[in-house]
Structures are given as C-alpha cells and as structure tokens.
C-alpha cells in the first residue's frame, strides 16, 4: 500500500503511456491531416510531442499548421476561420519554434517568421497586446513567452526589438495591482490562481533568464508561496479545478528547478500531482472531478505528468520551456 502523497516511478510511467497512446487514438479531434481543428487543443497535443520527443515522427502535424495560417500571420482558435487570435498566434508560433529546432523545415520556419512580425506590430502603447477572449494579463504574457522561446531557438537573444517589445510587455505585467502576492484579474478567473501561474512561467521566469532581472526572482517565490496557501488540503486548486491545478503544479515546478528551492515547494507539487492522478477519469482528465474527458484537459494533464518526471531527474526544467537550449 503505498504512502499517502506519494508517486512511484512505475505507476506514473504507466498512467504516462496510457495516456499518450489514448491522446494518439483521439487524433481525428486535434490533428489537422483528420480535417478542421480547434487550434488551441492542437496547440496543447503538439506540447505533448515536443516532450515525449517524438517531433520527427509527427512533422506533418506540425507543417500542417502553415497550412491555415491567416494572411496577416496570425492564426485563428479554428483553424479554417479568418479572425486572427493574437493567444492562439503565439502559442502555435512557439510550437513550431521548438517543433522546427529538430525538422528544419523551410516553410515552417518561413510561417515563424510571419507570426513574429504580426505579434511586433500588434503592441499597444502601454506595452500589453490585446485578444477579445483573454484578459490583458493572459494575452501579454502568452506573447511575452513566444518571443523568449523564438529568441532562444533563434539564437537572437541580443535582438534589441523583440527585448524593447517583451520588456515593455514585462512592465505592463509588473504595473498591474497584485493581491497577497497573486495577479488578480476580476472579470477572469478572478482566484488568480490560473493567471498567476501563467504569468510567472512567461513573462517572469523569461525576464529572468533573458535579462537577468534579480527582481524576479524575489517577486516568483512570493507569489509561489501564496500559490502554497491557496492549495486545498487534498492538494487541489481553485475549487476542485483540473485546468488550474495542473497550472499551479507545472508553475510551482518551474520555480523551484528555477530557484533551487526544489526541497521546499516538492512536498506541495507532489500532493497537487498525486491529486490529478487520483481524480483523473479511466482515460484523461475533465475540467473538474467526475466530469468527462476532453482532449485539451487530457493534455495539459499529461504535459503536467512528463514535467513532474522530468522534475523528478537531474535535467533542467528550462529546456522543457525552452529558456535554454
């Protein structure tokens, strides 16, 4: 019988197998060789395939997104629309960034180059981007990553537009009123606890790495810390909720491989972590306990469970980030 909170190894390799052979057998509802495709549920299998590692084996999937890119660069959340969503852009723009650092090819890099001259152009005045689903926060910070990940897989790191564009991105971040150490949005997910999350692992950690901002670092353990007292005691989050939970283990991982503080924060991660394990359905996770699986949770729930294995090694977190290379 095993110990309360605990994972053993082979349990989560297997749960790991099961649910990347399950993700496979759904791929008429995320691949766009089975037809039109919600791109942000693509976006989060295609993060599955760039850490389990089989990226060579899926270059079609990847390809396949130049494919229904809008003219202005940009990609819309359905793949055969014509509104552009400045959240879906940078997010399958910085797949493709890491996709295309193993497959080389021409085209898609062709289709990143596009991407990132229609997110630069997008900037407002005080520095955030703007989409009509997300929040301001949720919105920069997804644009904010995109350039970190397109500068590190690029190797333009010194590039003084893209720093000047996602350092004033950081400010806008910095300058909104924080409560008890959490970003609060109140017109979105008003817990803060999905946004904070986010927040920390594009925009903060990235200004880290990037531009050696000491700031950040005192700033991500005091909003950790608060994530800590925001943990239910069954190790859940934000009522019960899978999305947001698995938000807070992958953030709280980040910090702590980030800021040598892995021997502080592992107990919490490992309690949030053996909670989704408990709670998740036969095959993949819902939104919330007992309710029915979807591909998009079931990714980000099996992303969460390859970055705790990966947590669990000696390897650096930030290649899973791609902050370093």
Same mark, same amino acid.
């Given at each position: 019988?095993?110990?309360?909170?605990?994972?053993?190894?082979?349990?989560?390799?297997?749960?790991?197998?099961?649910?990347?052979?399950?993700?496979?057998?759904?791929?008429?509802?995320?691949?766009?060789?089975?037809?039109?495709?919600?791109?942000?549920?693509?976006?989060?299998?295609?993060?599955?395939?760039?850490?389990?590692?089989?990226?060579?084996?899926?270059?079609?999937?990847?390809?396949?997104?130049?494919?229904?890119?809008?003219?202005?660069?940009?990609?819309?959340?359905?793949?055969?629309?014509?509104?552009?969503?400045?959240? %879906?852009? *940078?997010?399958?723009? /910085?797949?493709?960034?890491?996709?295309?650092?193993?497959?080389?090819?021409?085209? +898609? &890099? #062709?289709?990143?180059?596009?991407?990132?001259?229609?997110?630069?152009?997008?900037?407002?005045?005080?520095?955030?981007?703007?989409?009509?689903?997300?929040?301001?926060?949720?919105?920069?910070?997804?644009?904010?990553?995109?350039?970190?990940?397109?500068?590190?897989?690029?190797?333009?790191?010194?590039?003084?537009?893209?720093?000047?564009?996602?350092?004033?991105?950081?400010?806008?971040?910095?300058?909104?009123?924080?409560?008890?150490?959490?970003?609060?949005?109140?017109?979105?997910?008003?817990?803060? %606890?999905? *946004?904070?999350?986010? /927040?920390?692992?594009?925009?903060?950690?990235?200004?880290?790495?990037?531009?050696? +901002? &000491? #700031?950040?670092?005192?700033?991500?353990?005091?909003?950790?810390?608060?994530?800590?007292?925001?943990?239910?005691?069954?190790?859940?989050?934000?009522?019960?909720?899978?999305?947001?939970?698995?938000?807070?283990?992958?953030?709280?991982?980040?910090?702590?491989?980030?800021?040598?503080?892995?021997?502080?924060?592992?107990?919490?991660?490992?309690?949030?972590?053996?909670?989704?394990?408990?709670?998740?359905?036969?095959?993949?996770?819902?939104?919330?306990?007992?309710?029915?699986?979807?591909?998009?949770?079931?990714?980000?729930?099996?992303?969460?469970?390859?970055?705790?294995?990966?947590?669990?090694?000696?390897?650096?977190?930030?290649?899973?980030?791609?902050?370093?290379?």
């Amino acid at each position: 019988m095993r110990a309360i909170d605990q994972i053993d190894e082979v349990e989560l390799n297997q749960i790991i197998e099961s649910e990347w052979n399950y993700l496979l057998s759904e791929a008429s509802n995320w691949s766009l060789l089975r037809g039109k495709q919600d791109m942000e549920i693509l976006e989060h299998v295609l993060r599955c395939i760039l850490h389990v590692g089989n990226t060579s084996d899926h270059a079609e999937d990847f390809a396949a997104c130049v494919n229904v890119q809008n003219s202005d660069g940009g990609w819309s959340k359905m793949s055969h629309a014509e509104k552009t969503s400045i959240w %879906i852009t *940078t997010f399958v723009g /910085l797949k493709l960034c890491r996709g295309n650092l193993i497959l080389k090819n021409q085209k +898609i &890099e #062709e289709s990143i180059q596009r991407a990132l001259e229609y997110v630069l152009s997008s900037q407002e005045d005080d520095g955030h981007w703007s989409d009509v689903e997300w929040s301001h926060l949720d919105t920069t910070c997804s644009v904010t990553v995109f350039l970190t990940v397109y500068q590190v897989t690029h190797d333009q790191k010194k590039d003084d537009r893209i720093n000047k564009a996602r350092r004033r991105g950081y400010d806008f971040i910095m300058n909104w009123q924080r409560g008890s150490g959490l970003w609060k949005d109140d017109t979105f997910h008003p817990a803060g %606890i999905e *946004t904070t999350a986010h /927040l920390m692992q594009y925009t903060l950690i990235p200004a880290y790495f990037m531009d050696g +901002i &000491e #700031e950040a670092q005192k700033i991500c353990l005091d909003a950790a810390d608060s994530l800590v007292d925001e943990q239910a005691e069954n190790g859940s989050w934000d009522s019960e909720n899978m999305d947001h939970t698995m938000d807070a283990c992958r953030n709280l991982i980040l910090v702590a491989d980030t800021f040598n503080q892995k021997e502080k924060y592992s107990s919490v991660i490992r309690k949030g972590v053996r909670w989704l394990l408990d709670e998740k359905n036969e095959l993949g996770w819902g939104d919330f306990k007992e309710e029915p699986t979807n591909v998009e949770r079931t990714a980000d729930g099996l992303d969460t469970l390859l970055k705790y294995r990966r947590f669990c090694s000696d390897e650096p977190m930030s290649h899973f980030w791609a902050y370093s290379k």
